[in-house]
């Protein structure tokens, strides 16, 4: 009898637990799945960013330049007093023929141009004040450098060792009086002849400057120029820095780079051929 109820019990106690097993839990009771964590970004996401905001040398810059420049030249009295501050604007091109990771080298030719009043003085020309103009002086400064570029984090580095000539048109000064005509036809062939003599035309100029990006491939930088008289300094005529020129510009760049094609254009280039 015992062994009867026994068995009752123990099928009874199966079918519940079968009957409690197929019965679906409410979805509050249902196990919640662990989150997923997110995936970290490559590390190699951030330096790309940075490589992106570094800026590298183009391959073509054309610059418009407005400046002063500053020339070191005291005659005495009747001469402009010293240094002689004019206005210098002008423009340069580089183009990059040289390009190494931090390093670039580029060949830049640029043009700027000054005027001023000359009067003789001591033996050679003197910037003059305008009570005592006789001369117009013209001046186009040619220059051809070498310019190494370097990039560094949002600013383009430079520094520029070359050659510059100076071409003076010399003319009688405006507004002269008739009681000033014989000291005019006297001293302009003077000056004149000063200027483009004895290699006069050439000074050696190294400088520096940066550039930084503003938008859509434009630039804003600045640069300072140091100029020697390389002839009086040869001919003895030079004492201490009389006749030495320092420029000081701000520029406003554009810069070109050369298209590259992806790699998938030249595979079909050359399927094509």
């Known amino acids: 009898m015992n062994s009867g109820k026994n068995l009752l019990f123990i099928c009874f106690f199966a079918a519940a637990v079968r009957l409690f097993a197929q019965t679906p839990l409410p979805p509050s009771a249902a196990p919640s799945a662990p989150p997923n964590p997110a995936k970290p970004a490559p590390d190699s996401a951030e330096p790309e960013k940075n490589e992106q905001k570094k800026l590298t040398a183009p391959d073509f810059i054309f610059s418009l330049q407005s400046g002063f420049i500053l020339f070191n030249e005291d005659g005495g009295l009747n001469t402009a007093p010293s240094p002689v501050v004019l206005w210098e604007p002008g423009f340069v091109m580089d183009v990059v023929l040289l390009k190494r990771g931090g390093f670039n080298l580029a060949l830049s030719s640029s043009l700027h141009l000054y005027w001023n009043n000359y009067l003789w003085e001591n033996r050679r020309p003197y910037p003059a004040p305008l009570e005592n103009r006789l001369a117009f002086v013209l001046g186009f400064l040619g220059g051809l450098e ?72 434009w630039f804003l930088g600045g640069a300072v120029n140091v100029s020697m008289p390389i002839a009086e300094l040869f001919l003895g005529e030079q004492i201490g820095l009389e006749g030495w020129r320092f420029s000081f510009t701000l520029s406003f760049s554009r810069h070109f780079q050369k298209k590259v094609k992806p790699k998938e254009e030249e595979k079909k280039e050359e399927i094509a051929k």
């Open 146 to 217: 070498a310019k190494a570029i370097f990039p560094v984090f949002n600013f383009l580095l430079y520094s520029n060792l070359g050659l510059s000539a100076d071409f003076r048109l010399v003319t009688e000064a405006l507004g002269l009086n008739e009681s000033d005509k014989n000291d005019v036809n006297e001293q302009l062939p003077l000056i004149r002849d000063y200027f483009w003599s004895n290699g006069r035309l050439f000074y050696p100029v190294a400088g520096v400057g940066f550039e930084t990006h503003l938008v859509n491939g």
